[in-house]
Each structure stands twice: as structure tokens, then as C-alpha cells.
T-cell receptor, first 114, second 113 residues
Framework: NAGVTQTPKFQVLKTGQSMTLQCAQD?????MSWYRQDPGMGLRLIHY???????DQGEVPNGYNVSRSTTEDFPLRLLSAAPSQTSVYFC?????????????FGDGTRLSIL | SQQGEEDPQALSIQEGENATMNCSYK?????LQWYRQNSGRGLVHLIL?????REKHSGRLRVTLDTSKKSSSLLITASRAADTASYFC?????????????FGSGTRLQVQP
């Protein structure tokens, strides 16, 4: 099993551009989430989904959109990139949406906004 | 805001020594988890301790939880160079509907061979 796969691994954008970060899991996990990791701040939750067709906002949702049309995929869209969105983005999944399940992480997308 | 805060921020030890990292949190929790992150990689789940447990072991890892002090510790015994990584605690707060974990800012562990 591949686990959680994120693409691309690296990306450089110009301010104002849009893009989609891809996330796919092959474990039939119910719960998926997106985090951003900034130096000295740990991981902060952007959006999450408890199943196909259901998404909700996390701690820092502004400037990002998500959708969950299938169990496997949970893409993150940057609508109009800003330098403040320079970060490392991690997608994670867990077996169920029950509170506090251990999460499986992808290896991240390193995004720079110029 | 950060629910879990690790201490120390950085730790450097010699191979064979024990490494202890601490985590403090603010609100009541369902469970507390520890994760490891190697440089340039995603986080890997190490161990979960429930709010009604006080201590848990997994191989060379020992985790304690003190809910009265809202704190946890992770002990890595007989450390190896391969243990070099960042370690994060993550809490599952009781008072949120977001079903998500809240991560601390991590402890960077360097094990010198």
C-alpha cells in the first residue's frame, strides 16, 4: 500500500496564481485533513473531511478550498496565492472520524509563493 | 493557539543516553499522541495514551500522562543516531467538534553517534 500520497512535492508560485495540491489515500480511510507546518508553530489544521461529500473548516481556512468527491481523494485549492501561504502542507488520514484517531501523514508539499 | 507545547525545544544527547521530552496542554483531552518527524518527511504516529491511562510502553518508548497537571512525557531509552528527529505531541481535546488533533511545536532531538 502507498498510504497517503501527496503531489507535487515542491512548487513555486507567483502571488495571485492558483493551484491545487493533490492528496490521495489507498487505505479506505474515512477521515482526511490538511495541515500547514510553519517554523516554530507546529501543525495547524486548514480543512478536514469526515467522509465523501462532507468537509469543514479548521483553524486557518482562509484562502483555501477543499472538496471530497471520493473517499480516496482530498485536494486542497489555493485560490489566489499570497506570500503568507508559503509553508509545508501535509495531508493526513485516519480510519474513522471518531475523535482522536491516530493519523497517517503524507510526506508533504513544500510551497513557496514569490 | 497551541494546545500542546513541548519542552525542551531542542535536545542534544549522546548515543546510548535516554531522552526525555515533555508536553503540556491546556484543556481536557480524550487522548494524547506522540509523533515523530524525520527531516523532510511526514509525521509518523508513535504511541497513543488515553486520558484514563497513566503510563504506556512501546519498545524503547515510555509515555506518561498526568491529567491533573495537564502534562505528558516521552522517554526514549538507549537512544540511537537513527532516533534523530523532531517529536510532536498531539492532543484530542474534549471541547471541540472538529475531531482533529492539535499539535505542539515539537522537540528537535539530535543523537550524536
Amino acid at each position: 500500500n502507498a498510504g497517503v500520497t501527496q503531489t507535487p512535492k515542491f512548487q513555486v508560485l507567483k502571488t495571485g496564481q492558483s493551484m491545487t495540491l493533490q492528496c490521495a489515500q489507498d487505505m479506505n480511510h474515512e477521515y482526511m485533513s490538511w495541515y500547514r507546518q510553519d517554523p516554530g508553530m507546529g501543525l495547524r489544521l486548514i480543512h478536514y473531511s469526515v467522509g465523501a461529500g462532507i468537509t469543514d473548516q479548521g483553524e486557518v481556512p482562509n484562502g483555501y478550498n477543499v472538496s471530497r468527491s471520493t473517499t480516496e481523494d482530498f485536494p486542497l485549492r489555493l485560490l489566489s496565492a499570497a506570500p503568507s501561504q508559503t509553508s509545508v502542507y501535509f495531508c493526513a488520514s485516519s480510519y474513522s472520524a471518531t475523535r482522536g484517531q491516530p493519523q497517517h501523514f503524507g510526506d508533504g508539499t513544500r510551497l513557496s509563493i514569490l | 493557539s497551541q494546545q500542546g507545547e513541548e519542552d525542551p525545544q531542542a535536545l542534544s544527547i549522546q548515543e546510548g543516553e535516554n531522552a526525555t521530552m515533555n508536553c503540556s496542554y491546556k484543556t481536557s483531552i480524550n487522548n494524547l499522541q506522540w509523533y515523530r518527524q524525520n527531516s523532510g518527511r511526514g509525521l509518523v504516529h508513535l504511541i497513543l495514551i488515553r486520558s484514563n491511562e497513566r503510563e504506556k510502553h512501546s519498545g524503547r518508548l515510555r509515555v506518561t500522562l498526568d491529567t491533573s497537571k495537564k502534562s505528558s512525557s516521552l522517554l526514549i531509552t538507549a537512544s540511537r543516531a537513527a532516533d534523530t528527529a523532531s517529536y510532536f505531541c498531539a492532543t484530542s481535546p474534549m471541547d471541540t467538534g472538529r475531531r482533529a488533533l492539535t499539535f505542539g511545536s515539537g522537540t528537535r532531538l539530535q543523537v550524536q553517534p
